[in-house]
DNA sequence: CAGCATCCGGTTCGATACTG
DNA sequence: CAGTATCGAACCGGATGCTG
C-alpha cells in the first residue's frame, strides 16, 4: 500500500518540496514507481492488458505469486487509481479486476519495457553467462 | 545479483522451459525484469542516460541510496549488459559507469514509463487520496 | 470464491567501519 | 575515490486459519 518514503535516511527538507525529480527521495513519483514497478505490480499489469480477470484467474496465470501479495500488490494498483475492482454481489462471490484509463496508459509502458527484454533474452543471458564465468 | 527463480515455490516442468512468456516463473525475463525494475535500478538506468558518471556523482544525485545498494544494482546491470563500468588506473582510483547499447534501449523503456508516471503524478495522488480517505 | 489476520523464517537493506 | 565486510533492523513473502 505504499506510505510514503521508506528509506529510513530523512529527505531534506529540498527533497521534500522537489516534485517533478524522481531522483530526489522526497519525490511523490517514487512511491507509484514502486507500486508499478513491484516484484507483481509489472506481471499484474501486463496481465491485465490483456482483459478483465477475476482474482483466481490473476493468480493461476500469474505463476509464482501467493494470495496475500496478489491482493496487496492489486490493492496498491487500486489506490493509485491503476486498476479497477467490480464486485458483483452473488453467492460465490465474483469479483473482476480491470485496468482504468491511467492503468491502461501505464501498463502500455510496462508492456513495451517487459516485451524488449523478452525479445532480447538471449543476448542478455549470455553477457550474464560471459560475466559470471569471467568474475566467478 | 540475481540468482535464478527466488520464489519457494517450485517452479514446474513446464514453468522452466516456458520461455517468451514472463506471466511463467521459469521464464528468465523475470530475472532481467527484477534487475531492470528493482527500486534503484530504475533509477540508475534512468540516470545514466542523462551521460556518463562516476560512482560519488551518481551516490549524490540519486538520493537515498546506500552504498552498499548502489554497489549492488550496478553490479547486476553489469552482468546483464546494461551497465559498461570503466574504471582509469590512477591514484586516486576514477571509475566511470555508462550504459551499453542495450542499456540504451532498456532505458529508453523505462524513461518513458517513469515520464508518464510524473507528468500525471497529480491525478494519481488525488486517487490515492480519495481512496485512502473512503477506506480509512 | 475472494479475501483478511496472524505468525514467522529468510532475505534485504542501511549504517558503520575498514581496505586498496 | 571506490568500493568490500559486517551486523542489526526492517521488510518481504509464504503458510495457515478464518470470514462473508
Same mark, same amino acid.
Given at each position: 500500500?505504499?506510505?510514503?518514503?521508506?528509506? +529510513?535516511?530523512?529527505? +531534506?527538507?529540498?527533497?521534500?518540496?522537489?516534485?517533478?525529480?524522481?531522483? /530526489?527521495?522526497?519525490?511523490?513519483?517514487?512511491? !507509484?514507481?514502486?507500486? !508499478?514497478?513491484?516484484?507483481?505490480?509489472?506481471?499484474?499489469?501486463?496481465?491485465?492488458?490483456?482483459?478483465?480477470?477475476?482474482?483466481?484467474?490473476? &493468480?493461476?496465470?500469474?505463476?509464482?505469486?501467493?494470495?496475500?501479495?496478489?491482493?496487496?500488490?492489486?490493492?496498491?494498483?487500486?489506490?493509485?487509481?491503476?486498476?479497477?475492482?467490480?464486485?458483483?454481489?452473488?453467492?460465490?462471490?465474483?469479483?473482476?479486476?480491470?485496468? +482504468?484509463?491511467?492503468?491502461?496508459?501505464? /501498463?502500455?509502458?510496462?508492456?513495451?519495457? !517487459?516485451?524488449?527484454?523478452?525479445?532480447?533474452?538471449?543476448?542478455?543471458?549470455?553477457? &550474464?553467462?560471459?560475466?559470471?564465468?569471467?568474475?566467478?
Amino acid at each position: 500500500m505504499n506510505n510514503s518514503v521508506k528509506s +529510513t535516511s530523512e529527505p +531534506t527538507l529540498t527533497d521534500k518540496f522537489q516534485r517533478g525529480n524522481v531522483l /530526489a527521495s522526497g519525490c511523490p513519483s517514487r512511491g !507509484v514507481l514502486q507500486d !508499478v514497478t513491484s516484484r507483481w505490480g509489472v506481471l499484474v499489469l501486463f496481465a491485465l492488458l490483456r482483459g478483465t480477470h477475476r482474482f483466481s484467474e490473476l &493468480r493461476k496465470s500469474i505463476t509464482g505469486v501467493s494470495e496475500k501479495m496478489l491482493s496487496q500488490t492489486l490493492h496498491a494498483l487500486e489506490a493509485d487509481g491503476f486498476v479497477l475492482r467490480t464486485a458483483h454481489p452473488v453467492i460465490p462471490p465474483h469479483v473482476d479486476y480491470s485496468l +482504468t484509463e491511467s492503468g491502461r496508459e501505464v /501498463a502500455k509502458r510496462v508492456e513495451e519495457l !517487459v516485451n524488449w527484454i523478452e525479445v532480447n533474452i538471449n543476448p542478455i543471458l549470455n553477457a &550474464r553467462d560471459k560475466y559470471t564465468q569471467r568474475y566467478r
